[in-house]
């Protein structure tokens, strides 16, 4: 199953934002929430984007793979799933807009494009061509 190696793979990006985030709350001496340490929040909403954006994706991602959409297609959409999830989780602590934004640009297409896929495999016509 391809979703696997891409989910295996979100969840390791979502272990090392996490370890961010306990690196970051040692160091300000910060248990529960960010004490108002910017560096801090910033880290924290990386790790909170990452796991309110993956898990859908993955889910959208396995149901394409599950319809027996062609092998090449779920490869070409979990690397973009990560590429947009990388990008916006070094964008986001680093201030770096540019990269923040582009992130979540490929997340927010990637999502619409694989919930019209989705519906589209419904219909018996495109179902037939997609799996050609």
């Known amino acids: 199953m391809i979703t696997a190696i891409y989910a295996s793979l979100s969840a390791l990006l979502i272990v090392r934002l996490s370890l961010s985030v306990i690196k970051l709350r040692r160091k300000n001496?910060?248990?529960?929430?960010?004490?108002?340490?910017?560096?801090?929040?910033?880290?924290?909403?990386?790790?909170?984007?990452?796991?309110?954006?993956?898990?859908?994706?993955?889910m959208l991602l396995l149901m394409l793979e599950l319809n027996g959409a062609p092998k090449i297609l779920i490869h070409i959409l979990g690397a973009t799933l990560l590429t947009?999830?990388?990008?916006?989780?070094?964008?986001?602590?680093?201030?770096?807009?540019?990269k923040r934004v582009l992130g979540m640009q490929i997340t927010i297409y990637l999502l619409i494009g694989l919930a019209i896929l989705n519906i589209l495999l419904l219909f018996p016509a495109f179902a037939g061509a997609l799996k050609l």
């Open 84 to 98: 947009g999830r990388i990008l916006h989780a070094m964008g986001l602590p680093a201030k770096n807009l540019k």
């Open 29 to 58: 001496r910060v248990s529960v929430g960010d004490g108002g340490n910017e560096a801090l929040q910033l880290a924290i909403r990386a790790h909170s984007n990452a796991v309110e954006y993956i898990p859908i994706a993955l």
